[in-house]
């Protein structure tokens, strides 16, 4: 059974940092391409970002681009998300989710992954 499991939310001032993980106790982060998305109250999901299974190719929102960064350790099956130069407007509740299937581009919609986490509320204040 897949369980995604993110941590490091919280609230921070705006121009603070957060950084969260994702991770299973499978291998489940380690083996699939893995990507963020965020959900506003009132909003929609939200692509962030995803990254490639070996780590080379990240891929951005332009929203959060230049400021936030993904990267992985699949030794130890986690995936993270450091977000920098935080404003109130990334305030959102952040989810990890996996995509078992192959890459293909443009994996930016919440039906290109197949597994998610329960998320973690980010709040940033002005």
């Known amino acids: 059974q897949v369980q995604l499991v993110e941590s490091g939310g919280g609230l ?10 994702c991770a299973d106790s499978g291998r489940t982060v380690s083996r699939n391409i893995m990507g963020w998305f965020r959900q506003a109250p009132g909003k929609e999901r939200e692509f962030v970002g ?10 951005y929102a332009d929203s959060v ?3 936030f960064t993904i990267s992985r350790d699949n030794a130890r ?8 130069s935080l404003k109130p407007e990334d305030t959102a509740v952040y989810y990890c989710a ?20 329960q998320g973690t509320q980010v709040t940033v204040s002005s």
Do not use: C, H
């Open 98 to 117: 996996a995509r078992p299937r192959p890459y293909r581009d443009r994996i930016y919609a919440s039906y290109d992954y197949d597994y998610w986490g």
């Open 77 to 84: 099956n986690t995936v993270y998300l450091q977000m920098n």
């Open 65 to 67: 681009k230049g400021r």
């Open 50 to 59: 995803f990254i490639s299974r070996s780590g080379a190719a990240t891929e």
């Open 12 to 21: 921070v001032q705006a121009g603070g940092s957060l950084r969260l993980s």
